[in-house]
């Protein structure tokens, strides 16, 4: 991980120099409560008390941490200065600020990017509390253009890793599919789950009460349901989302099977065109997908080939970053709905990996989900996952 | 766990009587990567997009959640409303808001207490954005007095649930104390650890690369380090620091050994002494520990006595909550340092769970740290745990 947390430390002074940003600063206290998702970036650890990360557009990257986790950031060897304080941080905070004297700080506060805003009111305030008798606190601006570019534009090495953890989480779905499924509860399904993805060696992308979420036909929650007592049953379909960590990187892929009935021969018409259509439509939402493309243009592109399908529309974002964190936070392909915020509005990065995603309902049969994993170049959108380009049949 | 959140929420409403609050809102989106640790006591697991959960003094408990969260918000039954929504939360936001007409609504920031500081600087500019022309933006108040009684009044199911989560750490001790450790790197210990703990069907308390932080003699980095290739060797003092998770409350002890030399007969008066001394500055700051008392009053007791000792002050506090989490928020029995801010002025509440711990670095063999975790009530402070009384000879 040092080498990838070095790689982004470059990366965000490249990306000061872009965004005309004189300072960034993460400001931080006792991660194992509240986690600012860009210390991923640029840390890949926690601290404990008060800690402030400055990067400058000079190059220079300086780290004030209580004593007690200074060790720790002397070895990663990514910071330029790593400097402890027994009591507080202020007067090593003020000093520094002082000495770089910054035309503008970016501190990690976003209307729209989770990933971007992981400073806290409290701490916001403290920050005022520490600086706002100096020139400084007129200088804070948002940092969501750094942050959230630090995030989308992913490194070869960061690439690899993604993949790496979505290979690991298709060696864990054919384990899945493996069971022999019919009778089996969606609790039961969770369960063993745990067990493939323990003997994978990967961690869960989000929180392993819903992951894998398990769904066993058309009475199923569909969303981020909580497995049930529900059993899989012939006839049905069996859906399945699973985000999975692996080295720090994640993945996050749906599946879906049919299991068909003993006197059936092939899949209802009901259940084969509605994955018909999910799929062509996933394919519609690709090919509008690469850099530069603005990204609710992309997620229209899929959601009018589902409707011209005959479908409605999924109620979500066709498409979400995947990388430290299954949902990596950037911007969103998804519809300019106000929940999204400015998401929808921003241009596709070079080298962003998504998550594209979309669903039908099926009345009495269940949910088609499909979810793939692609990464984007300038030339469009190609596949990190083995796309399931057609639907299982048990 | 249900069980737990509906009690908690029934408490709140009670804070709200007590600290003369209307309302409390906690206002959250994508806690898989921003998350709010007062989500812990009111909710047990996490949400998408943005989120409002609201308690009133009039006993009403309303969820606002994305349409996908909805059916996990139901299905608990802790609230008395959940309302879902598609495109955004504005409207569904304002319409309660207006209903309900708080004269004072509590949000989750804090100066002092990150466990009452989940609220981003972001989610504060979108409540400003969505309530901005309305009464309500002026009543905003900190609800740091409820969040933070919330969490350290622990109930008898959580008390039970600390203590399950001690007693499956001492027993992870004892697999590690079985160990040959002479010879074994930190690394190794560290990662034998991580079996006993699955073992154990236990998860990390804090993040695995540093737990349980292995300290082999007097080179390794005293504080939160990560294990190195330095080995136990005989002449040396071993030290641990772990926090376990189990069904979802944590644990944090300390446990330390001397390694006998074949040529030795006895322990070095050097660790002998300051072994003895380290247990009576834990046991002085201990007389001191009852409800009522004043925070920083309780580490004083202890740091003195470890001065009259002979020895230097501890650089950390004496004492932290542990629940939910192992670093649990709240109140700190520490020193009135700039870093702790209001923490060591509170009183402590009956009903807390402390993590109590101090140290000393013996010069040439090691460091002696000791932790343990009590149970405060209006007649003091009982062990939770079973306490290491004595300096173990391995």
Known sequence: MKDIIQE???QAVALLHEQNVDCWLTFVRETSQVHDPA?????????TWDSAFLCTRAGEKIAIV????GDNVSKLGAYTQVLTYDQGIRATLREQMARINPASIGLNYSLSDTGSDGLTFGMYARLIQFLGDTAHAAHFVSADGIVRRLRERKSANEIKRIKDAIDKTEQVYEMLFDLPLVGMSEKQVHERA??????AGCD??????????????????????????LRFAQGQIAHFDMGLRYEGYCSDLQRVAYI???DEDGVPAEVMNAWD?????????????KAGAT???????ARAELVRQGYPEYLHAYGHHVGRNVHDGGSVLGPRWERYGQLPNMAVEPNSVFAIELGVMVPGYGYIGIEENVLVTEAGAEYLSTPQKELIVM
Chains 1, 2 share one sequence.
């Open 8 to 10: 982004k430390l470059n």
């Open 39 to 47: 210390l991923d970036l640029i840390l890949g650890f926690g601290v």
């Open 66 to 69: 209580g004593r007690y986790d």
């Open 194 to 199: 745990g067990e493939f993805v323990r003997h």
């Open 204 to 229: 869960f992308g989000w929180e392993r009460v819903n992951n894998p979420i398990v769904n066993a036909g058309p009475d199923s929650a569909i969303g981020h349901g909580i497995p049930s007592d």
């Open 260 to 262: 068909r009935r003993d």
């Open 277 to 289: 259509a999910c799929w062509s439509a996933l394919e519609a939402g690709r090919a509008a997908l």
């Open 295 to 301: 990204c609710w243009q992309v997620d229209a592109a």
